[in-house]
């Protein structure tokens, strides 16, 4: 219960005879059960672009997709499907990414064309220089909206989930708000004894804004020797990548 005081015989099929509740032990603590109950559908539109031209060569890569399941894995993130009503768990798979757009690119550059005439000591100094890089958007993966409590008075192992009022959610940008990525206003905690009708995932977490470059440089000094240099640089711009925000609002919410 709310004030944190165990109270047996609120879970289904724990107190049968009764003949040892005044001791405070249940007949049956744990009555698990495993089906396999869950379905998922999947969508995707798919587009890819390859280019040469010249010296520059450009690979690109898009997704546009939409996940939707009642249960994402053989726990889901520790969630479980609903054991009275799993059509209440229906959302976003964990793994949905509904926006990734992927670009790779080569380009010769063109070092050895700006010193006419050039030698051998110039051709190995300037020439077989490559730039190169792999650049990657993505939306986030969706929030899990859980309430860290029993107030279902369920008991089954798993985060009962809040009351939802159907407004839009506000994002923030965590780096202005001390880390708090999504508004609660719109979460309320669910009545006593019964579940809230918040689904469990309808809106992303933060995405993905990432460049990989790499600068290298092939000399051929014979058929069979030759030198490589490469300098690779890793999230260039130095892009906060955020991971996923927890969605447990009981702590955030009160009645």
Known sequence: ?????????????????????????????DVPTIVTL???????????LQKSVGAFRLLAGYTWSKSIDNMSGFTSNWTYMNPFDHTRTRGLSDFDMRHNFVVSYNYDLPFLKLVPGSGSLPRHVLGGWEFSGIT?????FPVLITESDDRSLCGCDQPDTPNYNGQAITIYNPRKTGGQYFSTAQFSPEPLG???NS?????????????????????????????????EFFN????????????DVASQISE
């Open 1 to 29: 219960v709310p004030s944190g005081q165990a109270v047996n015989g609120t879970r289904p099929y724990s107190v049968t005879s009764g003949r040892l509740l005044s001791q405070g032990t249940l007949d049956f603590t």
């Open 199 to 231: 689904r469990r995932t309808f809106f992303a977490g933060p995405g993905l804004d990432n460049w990989d470059t790499a600068l290298k440089k092939n000399t051929d000094f014979t058929e069979k020797m030759k030198l490589e240099f490469r300098a």
């Open 194 to 196: 019964q579940f809230g």
């Open 236 to 247: 260039v711009f130095n892009h906060a990548q955020f991971n996923g925000p927890t969605g």
């Open 38 to 48: 869950a379905a998922s559908s999947y969508n995707a539109l798919e587009a890819s």
């Open 136 to 140: 990657r958007f993505t939306t986030g």
